[in-house]
């Protein structure tokens, strides 16, 4: 199973973006998606994930207002929106896939529950 990140860029303070993660490979037992950033310095945290079904999602509260994940079950990706983009955003985004089942979305944010990563798309904003 691999994972595959894309969409990130240089953009302006306000801007959008739209990332994407590509599952390849056989995604059996993958039960949430998430997608998490490091900025530099800083350590790996939490962004939004959601049920390899598509039907539950979890953000973090710095941006449960601005971004929005999805699931596209045609082209087997997990989508971020990324909008009203500030400086505070700029980080390189992972995407990585939990095989635990049926835990409680507060329980999504952490690290240690996902057992598959991507290397990462770099996502910078300027003031």
């Known amino acids: 199973v691999q994972l595959v990140e894309s969409g990130g860029g240089l953009v302006q303070a306000g801007d959008s973006l739209r990332l994407s993660c590509a599952v390849t490979g056989r995604a059996f037992g993958f039960y949430v998606v998430g997608w998490f950033r490091q900025a530099a310095g800083a350590e790996r945290e939490f962004v939004a994930a959601?049920?390899?079904?598509?039907?539950?999602?979890h953000y973090a509260d710095s941006v449960k207002s601005r971004f929005g994940i999805s699931r596209d079950n045609a082209s087997n990706t997990v989508d971020l929106q990324l909008n009203s983009l500030k400086p505070e955003d700029a980080a390189i985004y992972y995407c990585?896939?939990?095989?635990?089942?049926?835990?409680?979305?507060?329980?999504?944010?952490?690290?240690?529950?996902?057992?598959?990563w991507g290397r990462g798309t770099q996502v910078t904003v300027s003031s």
């Open positions: 959601i049920t390899w079904d598509g039907t539950k999602d």
């Open positions: 990585a896939a939990a095989t635990t089942g049926r835990l409680p979305a507060s329980m999504w944010s952490r690290r240690l529950l996902y057992t598959f």
